[in-house]
């Protein structure tokens, strides 16, 4: 079982910068791919970027590469997203997700991208970029 709570939302303008980041609890956490997802007003959830358990492989959506950094740390059982270079198309509630990676590739193994493929979500964080 994985708790995850996210921080780090708010308000920022066009341009700008914010820093997200997922706090887990619960054992095992350096097994679990972690991946941060959103959903904007009126639209789906859809991945954003997403790491994989052994920390030797990452996704990006297209729309966030070179923008976005995502970056884990297991000792203290976090993931942060850093997003930079912020439009008003992020706009969105920001959600941290877990589940299990694929172990057995040891570090070949990629990232879950797929919302359906996470088993814990966090509560979700508010993203709003305005010009």
């Known amino acids: 079982q994985v708790q995850l709570v996210e921080s780090g939302g708010g308000s920022v303008q066009v341009g700008g910068s914010l820093s997200l980041s997922c706090a887990a609890s619960g054992s095992a956490f350096s097994s679990f791919d972690v991946g941060w997802f959103r959903q904007g007003p009126g639209k789906g959830r859809h991945v954003v970027a997403a790491v994989s358990w052994s920390d030797s492989s990452v996704y990006y959506t297209d729309s966030v590469k070179g923008r976005f950094t995502i970056s884990r740390d297991n000792a203290k059982n976090t993931v942060n997203l850093q997003m930079n270079s912020l439009q008003e198309a992020d706009t969105a509630v920001y959600y941290c997700?877990?589940?299990?990676?694929?172990?057995?590739?040891?570090?070949?193994?990629?990232?879950?991208?797929?919302?359906?493929?996470?088993?814990?979500w966090g509560q979700g964080t508010q993203v709003t970029v305005s010009s």
């Open positions: 997700a877990a589940t299990l990676g694929d172990t057995s590739l040891g570090d070949t193994a990629l990232p879950h991208a797929v919302d359906l493929e996470y088993d814990y």
